[in-house]
């Protein structure tokens, strides 16, 4: 076991910057998942750490040594990949036993240790078969009782679960988890699939084009992405994102110290200068205050973002909309809706509530507490989420 460490690592492919300038560091035992949509480097910074792929520039650190120049085989590292690439000729017994035969391991222990990653994988029965034989899900638990028959300083898996089913993806993620756990192994995940990333990351890193965006735990980068990026990319759907400038709160009033205004006196604003602002986005108007007000004040134009779970439909809401379509996805009802600027958002509720029809005129409350803000022109975040 041990950690691993980029530093500035670096890959270009001609004019392709694949992985530009990563510092990340995956510490011992963790299960970090590198997440990102295709083409993003995911796969080129674990061929990095393999070997497989050169570092044009920084380093690569697994365990205290430094591996740029480390030889693929002598990097101690066991890899799982979408296609399981098993050797359609060997049995089971002896795809499991080939990266002890490389290490010359042999005799009993080799016997002992193929016959444990078999039985942890379920494979027992299964030993005496050539992978023609296996299903989608059998193979790839041949091919992780390959990597973990022998005890690397880390795993790196690339989509492992790409090629299953819907049902064998849960079932198998759920494999990989406990046995990563049990195992305590350091391990890289990379997935295009945000909620493989959700449920199985320790820690979640996202990648953009060869660009490191955020490194957190699942509920933090869902609670407070770093950019509009990550919150898009987190969710199904992700975030509701609308572009929105402060404006001064024109609609907030209060009675004038000392008692009722005379009829026709000014409205006076509630507290001190800057303490509260509006925003106004797709016609409508938010009132802001507290530590949002204050932020918002920070950027000339903004964009605003809200998770479906926190937009109601409500006659009070703030926003007027109209329904594009509903769809039912059993417990839950996820509503898309037009805002009046013809932004598109999505309305997730319980199947429970009232749902209004395609084609409907909707007010959209929104949870203020539960606003993120943005900058518009960086796309980074500005404000404190719920
Ligand atoms: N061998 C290669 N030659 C040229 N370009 C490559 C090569 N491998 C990957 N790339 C490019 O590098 C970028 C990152 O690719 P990759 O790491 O495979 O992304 P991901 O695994 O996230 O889908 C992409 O733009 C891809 O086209
Ligand atoms: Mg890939």
């Known amino acids: 076991m041990a950690q691993v460490h ?85 049995t089971v017994a002896k795809n499991i036993e080939f990266p002890l035969r490389q290490r010359r391991i042999e005799g009993e222990d080799r016997r002992r240790r193929v016959a444990e990653a078999a039985a942890s994988l379920g494979l027992t029965e299964l030993l005496g078969r050539k992978p023609a034989q296996l299903s989608g899900g059998q193979r790839q638990r041949v091919a992780l009782a390959r990597a973990i028959v022998r005890d690397p300083k ?64 699942p509920q933090e980068l869902y609670d407070r992405p770093a950019n509009t990026f990550v919150a898009r990319f987190l969710g199904s759907p992700g975030m509701n994102l609308v572009p929105a400038s402060v404006t001064e709160p024109a609609s907030v009033t209060e009675p004038a110290p000392g008692g009722v205004p005379a009829p026709g006196a000014a409205p006076v604003p509630v507290g001190p200068p800057g303490d509260r602002v509006d925003l106004a986005l797709a016609g409508g108007r938010l009132a802001l205050g507290g530590e949002a007000a204050l932020l918002a004040r920070k950027a000339s134009s903004l964009v605003v973002g809200v998770r479906p779970e926190h937009l109601a439909i409500d006659p009070a809401g703030a926003l007027g909309a109209r329904v594009v379509i509903v769809e039912l996805l059993g417990a839950e009802v996820q509503v898309v809706c037009a805002l009046d600027d013809g932004t598109q958002v999505v309305v997730r509720q319980g199947a429970d509530r009232p749902r209004p029809a395609a084609g409907e005129l909707v007010r959209l409350a929104v949870d203020s507490g539960a606003l993120h803000l943005f900058d518009a022109e960086s796309g980074v975040r500005l404000a404190v989420g719920p």
Do not use: W
């Open 154 to 217: 880390a795993f790196l898996m690339d989509e492992p679960l790409s090629n299953l089913d819907a049902a064998l993806r849960v079932q198998t993620r759920a494999d990989i988890v406990a046995l990563q756990q049990r195992l305590g192994t350091t391990t890289l995940y990379v997935t295009h699939d945000q909620v493989e990333a959700m449920t199985m990351g320790h820690r979640i890193a996202v990648l953009r084009d060869g660009v490191l965006q955020q490194v957190a735990p």
């Open 6 to 90: 980029f530093r500035g690592a670096t890959k270009r492919y001609g004019a392709v910057l694949a992985v530009d300038r990563l510092e990340l560091a995956v510490a011992d035992g963790e299960l970090l998942v590198l997440l990102g949509p295709s083409g993003c480097g995911k796969t080129t910074v674990l061929r990095m750490v393999a070997g497989l792929e050169e570092v044009d520039e920084g380093t690569i650190v697994i365990g205290d040594d430094v591996v740029n120049d480390v030889a693929p085989k002598d990097r101690d590292l066991a890899m799982v990949f979408q296609s399981y690439a098993l050797y359609p000729h060997l």
